[in-house]
């Protein structure tokens, strides 16, 4: 797609008015209203309100370039028309959040202005501070730096675990916190969890790799991992 000098002078509501045009040519634009909005993310609204199409973007990319909100605009009108969207553009707009300072920006970001549930690490069976102690001393030495634990709010089957780096957080399925659950499957997920502390994600162009070459061989060496793997699809 071609960038014209011209992109460089519009506003986000110009930008938007003719993307609508190029992806429904027979169609006049209807009435378009941009807004940033401080979210705790790069997130992005659309929706069509009593004929005015409404846009919130996140105030993280007020001052992107010209060429990264159109591409932003062919991404949602494209999904709110049911098009598809254009590969080139998902591309640009997947570069840009992956620079350094715009990932740097939305961590920080995330930070202060996101809210997180942290239990603490004390469940009702299992206690996550003190596997987490176990699993530093057996397998990192003793010296990965102890991030915050605690249990999520709700007993997910589909995320057993997550790691907030924002929040230097590891959360863990309360669905876990269970005497019938066994040890080993909570031990597995804080392990999978430290790991991801103690191999950060890796950026390359577009691309973020969360499980890199060096994650993968370090999960390899956890004991039991088959056996592990197996208890937690039973309970997915």
Request: hydrophobic share 40%.
């Given at each position: 797609?071609?960038?014209q000098?011209?992109?460089?002078?519009?506003?986000?509501?110009?930008i938007?008015?003719?993307?609508?045009?190029?992806?429904?040519p027979?169609?006049?634009?209807?009435?378009?209203?941009?807004?940033?909005?401080?979210?705790?993310?790069?997130?992005?609204?659309?929706?069509?309100?009593?004929?005015?199409?409404?846009?919130?973007?996140?105030?993280?990319?007020?001052?992107?370039?010209?060429?990264?909100?159109e591409?932003?605009?062919?991404?949602?009108?494209?999904?709110?028309?049911?098009?598809?969207?254009?590969?080139?553009?998902?591309?640009?707009?997947?570069?840009?959040?992956?620079?350094?300072?715009?990932?740097?920006?939305?961590?920080?970001?995330?930070?202060?202005?996101?809210?997180?549930?942290?239990?603490?690490?004390?469940?009702?069976?299992?206690?996550?501070?003190?596997?987490?102690?176990?699993?530093?001393?057996?397998?990192?030495?003793?010296?990965?730096?102890?991030?915050?634990?605690?249990?999520?709010?709700?007993p997910?089957?589909?995320?057993f675990?997550?790691?907030d780096?924002?929040?230097?957080?590891?959360?863990?399925?309360?669905?876990?916190?269970?005497?019938?659950?066994?040890?080993?499957?909570?031990?597995?997920?804080?392990?999978?969890?430290?790991?991801?502390?103690?191999?950060?994600?890796?950026?390359?162009?577009?691309?973020?790799?969360?499980?890199?070459?060096?994650?993968?061989?370090a999960?390899r060496?956890?004991?039991?991992?088959?056996?592990?793997?197996?208890?937690?699809?039973?309970?997915?």
């Amino acid at each position: 797609m071609p960038i014209q000098s011209a992109l460089l002078f519009e506003t986000p509501e110009e930008i938007c008015a003719r993307v609508f045009r190029a992806l429904k040519p027979r169609t006049p634009p209807p009435e378009i209203r941009v807004e940033f909005r401080p979210f705790a993310n790069a997130d992005s609204l659309i929706r069509m309100k009593d004929g005015r199409l409404e846009i919130r973007i996140s105030d993280l990319l007020e001052n992107a370039p010209a060429p990264v909100l159109e591409a932003l605009a062919y991404i949602l009108l494209a999904k709110l028309l049911r098009k598809p969207v254009p590969r080139a553009c998902a591309h640009r707009y997947k570069l840009y959040l992956n620079r350094r300072d715009v990932r740097r920006s939305m961590h920080l970001i995330r930070q202060m202005r996101g809210r997180k549930f942290i239990s603490g690490p004390q469940g009702s069976h299992y206690n996550l501070e003190e596997i987490f102690e176990e699993l530093n001393v057996e397998h990192f030495h003793g010296l990965l730096a102890r991030p915050l634990l605690g249990w999520s709010r709700r007993p997910s089957r589909t995320t057993f675990g997550h790691f907030d780096p924002s929040h230097n957080a590891i959360i863990v399925s309360r669905l876990l916190d269970a005497a019938a659950v066994p040890r080993l499957a909570v031990e597995y997920i804080v392990y999978h969890e430290m790991l991801h502390l103690r191999f950060p994600v890796q950026a390359r162009g577009a691309r973020q790799r969360f499980h890199t070459r060096e994650f993968r061989e370090a999960e390899r060496a956890f004991p039991r991992l088959m056996e592990a793997k197996e208890l937690l699809q039973r309970l997915a």
